[in-house]
């Protein structure tokens, strides 16, 4: 019986080709997707769960409160003293790790003048006892247990030594501006994938005796810690405990921080585990380890992959079903000569387990195919075999078993069901007015609606994010990354490029944008973010001076007495004139007079408001960040060139660059990644839905057969026939236009609410989004009604 049901199957698989190709390819783009997200999912759920005390281990993290007791920011830094000052006073905490990460100069070996940029990190000695990274050489107990050792990954051994038993070897890393030895004392196995932390050269850390004063070594944020509580010890209660030590003991500094650098802020800090830094709902997603990410990411795909697969099995059933109609003699035969109706359910959901088992292998091949795109989207370099285990097997067997359930249960149902009788007369229907069905075209196409909507709105911010004037001219503005550089070295790189005619100009700045507390004459103080220029910086930049003035060699108090604000300092300040107005910079207890008020710009991206600025011109703060402003379309030329200037002051040091609106555009990551999933699931989703609404006009088109053979023989043309068969479909996708907007108005409302600087939802962005799901529907439906319309009515009338 078994053999003859295969037979039956596959007879009727080739004998419609059409539908069998339709029905196999929406299942398999559907468990392709959702293949697809349950290996992300299990990808991002599997982070730091190899350590063999992971359950142990958590981060020291702080929560940071204003004097009136609101939360001001959640900080996952901590300093050099928090370690060992907890560790010490609470009996709970076994031993500590700090982590840090800096850049340094490294010699590649391959000749005395090449050197790379290369990013190290430094940490405690019990490494390696504390995470389960495992060594290939080397003793794991002591081969971070001298200052000059180092440890290395079996990649970085290989690109230095050619081999990855590199131990007792020599490595020239750059330390206080000096190329120091350091010698290999171990070799790592690279880092697995989904791992937070991760390293390719680790370093001793050393403490330096700024870094141990009293007055702020509980107030240096700069590392990550790392605790291993006792078994069965309570994080709440250790957490408390922490509380109570770091009241007591940084009690002065506290003191000495308040007075000195008008710290009012309160911490409080508190434990966080290991397993939950990858998917952290509660801190800051960009933490300064590797790979932290948002568990929005994974909720989104999972809902946009659930769904689509549940829309392949709705259509899987719309298909089936409307095929039903040319099965029901054979039903009816099989029921006359006795069969029963559970042979037929089994029939028929064996018939259905064919088709989702050759759905599944090629949704297999599918997302071997589609990985490389996918691993672009999700930002990720997944792979089947990185992540098959039994669990991942067990998943993907469940999720076709399932699937098989859900596509073939209801149809059997309905086929099993079918009276003898009137399918031998052929009087047999799917019945009813199909509400099932097209409340799933609706759902279908209401979700489909919604994600066109979506993607359309995330492009449009997107693209004002990346459009949008800054304030300063960004164009054809090269950047170039080099800290320490002297007042002496930035003149000599001026002199080099100044005969140049493909250099427009050149000017710098320091490194970043310093926190800062400015007290004004009326004794009010505020906060501000400085930044330290030269006079070329302005112009340069085509920064404009509302008021006032800008820096000048004219005159020589400009570096040390005189300040620019920005418009949103003078305006937070209450001048009416803010020229000549006093301001006391708190932490170095500076004095100076404004003489410019500079036009506000956006000097951090537009995910965040204008802050209060000031800039300075003192000489002798570090400058890091160099800009030179080249001609258009002589980028090759012109890279060459500075890349000479540079090489000439620096010669052991690599050049690190980038073009300053390219470094724009790599602010909105998220958005870009937003973008992407939006539109893949929209894509996908549509797709999806239109083999739906086919299946839906196959079933209509099959049960008014005669009644449009009735109209042809009664003289109504092709073009109205048409319009009657097309006219219920448009209603249903017009319903589920109706039913999206109003939702996605409000979410993508509040989206764009998390933005300061936004796109207004216009009317084109909802008309565009329903005019495309409208054309894509007719277009899908017109196939199989222009072909309902053309048949002959003999044919359709002769049972009569």
Excluded at 650 to 669: A, Q
Aim: glycine share 6%; net charge positive.
């Amino acid at each position: 019986m078994i053999k003859n049901y295969l037979k039956i199957a596959i007879r009727n698989l080739g004998k419609n080709k059409g539908s069998s190709f339709i029905n196999i390819a929406g299942l398999s783009i559907g468990l392709a997707c959702a293949m697809l997200i349950i290996l992300y999912v299990k990808d991002e759920v599997s982070y730091d769960r190899f350590h063999k005390n992971g359950d142990r281990i958590f981060r020291i993290v702080r929560k940071i409160t204003n004097p009136y007791g609101s939360v001001a920011g959640i900080d996952c830094y901590t300093g050099y003293s928090h370690g060992p000052g907890f560790s010490t006073n609470i009996p709970e905490i076994k031993t500590f790790i700090r982590f840090n990460h800096h850049f340094t100069y490294l010699k590649t070996g391959k000749t005395d003048n090449e050197v790379a940029y290369q990013e190290i990190h430094t940490t405690d000695p019990g490494f390696f006892s504390v995470f389960s990274f495992p060594l290939l050489y080397g003793d794991p107990k002591t081969a971070l247990s001298q200052p000059n050792n180092v440890v290395i990954s079996e990649n970085i051994a290989k690109q230095q030594f050619g081999t990855t038993n590199a131990i007792g070897k020599t490595m020239l890393l750059m330390n206080d501006n000096k190329f120091k030895p350091y010698l290999v004392s171990g070799v790592a196995r690279e880092c697995p994938q989904n791992s937070s932390i991760k390293f390719q050269i680790l370093l001793p850390i050393s403490i330096s005796k700024e870094e141990q004063r009293s007055d702020v070594k509980w107030f240096n944020f700069s590392l990550h810690t790392f605790v291993v509580l006792a078994p069965n010890a309570d994080p709440k209660i250790i957490a408390a405990k922490m509380q109570r030590v770091y009241q007591a003991d940084a009690r002065e500094s506290i003191r000495i921080a308040r007075e000195k650098y008008d710290v009012k802020s309160n911490s409080t800090y508190s434990l966080q585990p290991l397993n939950d830094l990858h998917l952290s709902k509660d801190y800051p997603v960009f933490d300064g380890l590797t790979d932290a990410s948002s568990p929005m990411f994974s909720y989104i795909l999972s809902g946009i992959a659930l769904f689509i697969l549940l829309i392949a099995c709705i259509n899987f059933v719309n298909l089936t079903v409307a095929r039903s109609i040319k099965r029901a003699k054979e039903i009816g035969i099989r029921k006359a000569i006795g069969s029963s109706r559970k042979q037929l359910i089994t029939q028929f959901m064996g018939e259905t387990l064919i088709v989702c088992l050759v759905a599944f292998i090629m949704a297999i091949a599918l997302v071997e195919v589609s990985l490389p795109f996918f691993n672009q989207i999700a930002n990720k370099a997944l792979a089947l075999s990185y992540l098959l285990d039994l669990k991942l097997t067990l998943g993907y067997i469940s999720l076709f078993l399932i699937t098989t359930f859900l596509a073939g249960f209801y149809p059997s149902l309905v086929l099993s069901g079918y009276n003898p009788v009137q399918t031998l007369y052929s009087k047999a229907s799917v019945g009813g007015k199909n509400y099932l069905h097209k409340l799933l075209v609706v759902l279908q196409f209401s979700l489909a609606s919604f994600l066109i909507i979506s993607t359309l709105v995330v492009s449009s911010q997107f693209n004002f994010l990346t459009t949008e004037k800054l304030g300063y001219d960004d164009s054809d503005l090269l950047s170039i990354y080099q800290w320490g550089i002297t007042p002496q070295q930035m003149d000599l790189f001026k002199q080099k490029l100044a005969a140049n005619p493909n250099i427009v100009g050149v000017t710098a700045k320091d490194m970043g944008y310093e926190n800062e507390t400015a007290k004004l004459d009326n004794g009010t103080k505020m906060g501000f973010v400085r930044e330290t220029v030269d006079q070329n910086f302005l112009p340069l930049m085509k920064i404009p001076v509302a008021n006032g003035r800008n820096f000048s060699k004219d005159f020589l108090s400009d570096s040390s007495h005189s300040i620019l604000v920005n418009e949103t300092f003078a305006k937070q300040a209450g001048w009416k004139n803010a020229v000549g107005q006093p301001v006391e910079i708190v932490q170095g207890n500076e004095k100076y007079n404004v003489v410019g008020v500079v036009k506000d710009y956006h000097f951090e991206p537009l995910n965040s408001v204008i802050r209060p600025q000031i800039f300075t011109l003192k000489g002798g703060r570090v400058l890091g960040n160099i800009f030179i402003k080249i001609r258009p379309k002589t980028e090759v030329a012109s890279l060459q060139q500075v890349e000479k200037a540079f090489k000439f002051i620096f010669p052991m040091i690599p050049m690190s660059y980038s073009f300053k609106n390219d470094e724009n555009v790599s602010n909105y990551r998220a958005e870009a990644n937003w973008k992407r999933i939006m539109l893949f699931g929209a894509v996908i989703t549509i797709f999806i839905s239109c083999i739906g609404l086919f299946g839906l006009s196959v079933l209509s088109a099959e049960t008014r057969t005669k009644e449009i053979g009735i109209r042809k023989v009664l003289g109504a043309s092709v073009s109205v026939i048409v319009a009657i068969l097309s006219k219920d479909f448009l209603k249903l996708v017009i319903i589920a236009l109706l039913i999206a907007i109003p939702f996605a108005w409000m979410v993508a409302n509040k989206w764009l609410q998390t933005y300061p600087y936004r796109i207004s939802l216009s009317w084109w962005i909802f008309g565009s989004a329903g005019l495309v799901v409208i054309i894509v529907a007719a277009a899908t439906v017109s196939f199989q009604t222009i072909k309902a319309a053309l048949a002959n009515p003999i044919r359709s009338l002769r049972s009569e």
